[in-house]
């Protein structure tokens, strides 16, 4: 079912204006069940989001360049990063979307990379980037804890440079 407005009216705090102003628009049942930003005690300070974005800037800028440099390495018939991927699980969210993820199978306190090749005596190597001050949360020690125990080698990294000497190391590729 679609809804016509023709006046300014307020829907779910959204306000809609009239077609003669900005055409003519349709708004379905999802659009009115949609949920809104939270304001109060609950909601995270500008200051805070700040200070997340800013940590997870520079830890990003890290993961980049640490691709883009896997991307180089030739290892079997193609490249390091072949055999890598992302975990997306650090950064803010909005709580629908961090809802959406969790349902979907994303935990919390996952590393940051894993290297999905066997090397004895490891099942694959999980790679945790952190910036030079940045600390593990409770529950990155406690993934990492199980991770170890499953038979992986996990290993925390304060550059791009030291991730790839552990992962030299764990393939067994001299420096």
Not at 60 to 68: D, E, K, N
Request: charged fraction near 25%; glycine fraction near 8%; proline fraction near 4%.
């Amino acid at each position: 079912m679609h809804y016509h407005f023709m006046r300014h009216r307020i829907i779910n705090g959204v306000q809609l204006m009239p077609a003669r102003e900005r055409g003519s628009y349709r708004m379905t049942e999802t659009d009115l069940k949609r949920p809104r930003a939270k304001s109060g005690p609950s909601s995270m300070s500008s200051a805070e989001y700040r200070s997340i974005e800013s940590k997870n800037k520079s830890e990003s800028r890290i993961q980049c360049s640490l691709m883009r440099t896997l991307g180089e390495i030739p290892y079997k018939k193609g490249f390091i990063a072949d055999y890598t991927y992302s975990i997306p699980n650090g950064g803010s969210r909005s709580e629908k979307t961090a809802g959406i993820m969790k349902a979907e199978g994303v935990k919390k306190g996952m590393p940051d990379f894993n290297l999905f090749i066997a090397r004895a005596p490891y099942h694959s190597l999980f790679v945790e980037m952190k910036t030079e001050k940045g600390r593990l949360s409770e529950s990155q020690e406690a993934v990492i804890s199980l991770l170890r125990q499953e038979g992986h080698k996990v290993v925390v990294c304060r550059s791009e440079q030291h991730a790839v000497t552990e992962i030299f190391k764990y393939l067994g590729i001299g420096l």
